[in-house]
């Protein structure tokens, strides 16, 4: 597959550095490392297409929203009144501020958290929905839009956009570390359980239309699809070009692997590419 094969040529490092340079770089400096790296090919221009999509787009059919995959497990979705984000971590991320009105971060992990977008949305004044920001952006925020800190259940209405939040686990030593984000847009319902380990920690309120998920940390995904039927499954965090090849960097033959147990306990899957727009 051609997309694993660029993914599998671009190595942790130069990932790092591409990533480290920032929205300003050159664009003979970006074209070079495109043909050196062709997996930082891929990363930047499913970025340069959601965000086009993003602002030329409406929200989805019958009040539903629009949802892209950006990167890793970081998704930009569209309402009728509002525009977030979840765990945007991408060299150009920064360039979103201005089009979204607050964000949302499972936990601090350096593949889920975009340092320059988040400050970006602080000094704006916009809220930033978190377990290790205390209040970040909050105090400031624009009427109707609080937010903040959050390590245990809370309840947040941000425009048109309902938000259960709870605690997870990553795994068993880092406990409370993930927080879930339970998201409903009319009659339409986000599951995005992040870095989240222990099936046991998962108990939407309502039954999900999606459920964002990364199943290869320790999770029997199975046994999550049984528990709270979701309609459609998107598996995550694959190809995620931060981690080296041999370890924690799980392929698309994974994800499919993923998907087919997903199928077989009676929801649908997707394995979403970056740049896909899912709904």
Not at 173 to 200: M, V
């Amino acid at each position: 597959m051609e997309f694993q094969a660029d993914i599998d040529a671009t190595s942790a490092p130069d990932y790092y550095a591409f990533r480290a340079a920032g929205p300003d770089m050159e664009e003979s400096a970006r074209q070079a490392a495109f043909a050196a790296h062709p997996g930082l090919r891929r990363y930047d221009e499913a970025f340069d297409k959601v965000f086009a999509e993003v602002q030329g787009t409406g929200a989805g059919a019958e009040g539903r929203p629009a949802v892209w995959l950006l990167y890793n497990m970081g998704l930009v979705i569209k309402t009728p009144k509002v525009t977030f984000a979840i765990d945007i971590a991408h060299r150009q991320d920064v360039r979103l501020a201005p089009l979204l009105d607050f964000a949302l971060v499972t936990h601090n992990h350096d593949d889920h958290v975009g340092p320059a977008l988040l400050g970006a949305m602080n000094s704006a004044g916009k809220t930033v929905v978190s377990n290790f920001l205390d209040n970040y952006g909050a105090l400031r925020g624009a009427a109707g839009m609080p937010g903040g800190y959050t390590r245990r259940r809370k309840v947040f209405r941000l425009g048109d956009v309902h938000i259960r939040t709870a605690p997870s686990d990553h795994n068993p030593y880092l406990k409370d570390f993930t927080t879930t984000f339970e998201i409903t847009i009319g009659d339409w319902t986000l599951y995005h359980t992040g870095d989240s380990q222990n099936i046991a920690r998962l108990n939407p309120v309502r039954r999900p239309n999606l459920w964002v998920v990364h199943p290869l940390c320790g999770m029997d995904i199975t046994e999550g699809v049984r528990k709270f039927h979701p309609r459609r499954v998107a598996i995550c965090h694959l190809c995620e070009m931060g981690h080296p090849p041999d370890k924690w960097r799980w392929s698309l033959k994974d994800g499919l692997r993923e998907a087919a147990r997903v199928e077989a306990a009676g929801a649908e899957a997707v394995v979403p590419v970056w740049g896909e727009r899912l709904v």
